[in-house]
T-cell receptor, first 110, second 110 residues
């Protein structure tokens, strides 16, 4: 069966520091992968999606970037975090049916 | 105007009550309709998936789609405290990415 792993689960970072969130999917090959952000009390905002290695589409211009160095690995990064980057970040893959999400990474920027 | 509107709640009901969660949408091209359940500090999990109009039942859960009214519902019978979560509706056309509602927070009181 397919599983999706996301880490770290929680992190607190100072403004201006870098960020790296990782996501891996097991049990499938060449999945479509997604990064979403969920602000408190708000819906899901699609940040990036990828249909294959090295292929990244950005939905919203922002302080973040994404990379897909391997087939089942998706990374969300920032060189310098802003306060507004705080939120709950979710990685997802597109399976038969619909999107399946990881457990999320809660980022607090202070 | 948002493509998908969902009453944010919060909704609080006693154990055993029938719960009705609803979303309206404006894009008549939407064909695939989903409900996700999200427990606090966790990623959303796919709960129900329906195509086009009609009802789909799974245990205590019933998903209903009325395309003529652009309205979808999720009914929970005999609600349990373990049903306490945020419920997100989501929908898409045949070739598009998912559009999410902002979620309804539900609390079932013992």
């Amino acid at each position: 069966s397919q599983t999706i792993h996301q880490w770290p689960a929680t992190l607190v970072q100072p403004v201006g520091s870098p960020l790296s969130l990782e996501c891996t999917v097991e049990g499938t090959s060449n999945p479509n992968l997604y990064w979403y952000r969920q602000a408190a009390g708000r819906g899901l905002q699609l940040l990036f999606y990828s249909v294959g290695i090295g292929q990244i589409s950005s939905e919203v211009p922002q302080n973040l970037s994404a990379s897909r160095p391997q087939d089942r690995q998706f990374i969300l990064s920032s060189k310098k975090l802003l306060l507004s980057d705080s939120g709950f970040y979710l990685c997802a893959w597109r399976g038969v049916g619909e999107l399946f999400f990881g457990e999320g990474s809660r980022l607090t920027v202070l | 105007q948002k493509e998908v509107e969902q009453d944010p709640g919060p909704l609080s009901v006693p154990e055993g009550a029938i719960v009705s969660l609803n979303c309206t949408y404006s894009n008549s091209a939407f064909q695939y309709f989903m409900w996700y359940r999200q427990y606090s500090r966790k990623g959303p999990e796919l709960l129900m998936y329906t195509y086009s109009s009609g009802n789909k039942e799974d245990g205590r859960f019933t998903a209903q789609v009325d395309k003529s009214s652009k309205y979808i519902s999720l009914f929970i019978r005999d609600s349990q405290p373990s049903d306490s979560a945020t419920y997100l509706c989501a929908m898409r056309t045949s070739g598009s990415r998912l559009t999410f509602g902002e979620g309804t927070q539900l609390t079932v009181n013992p």
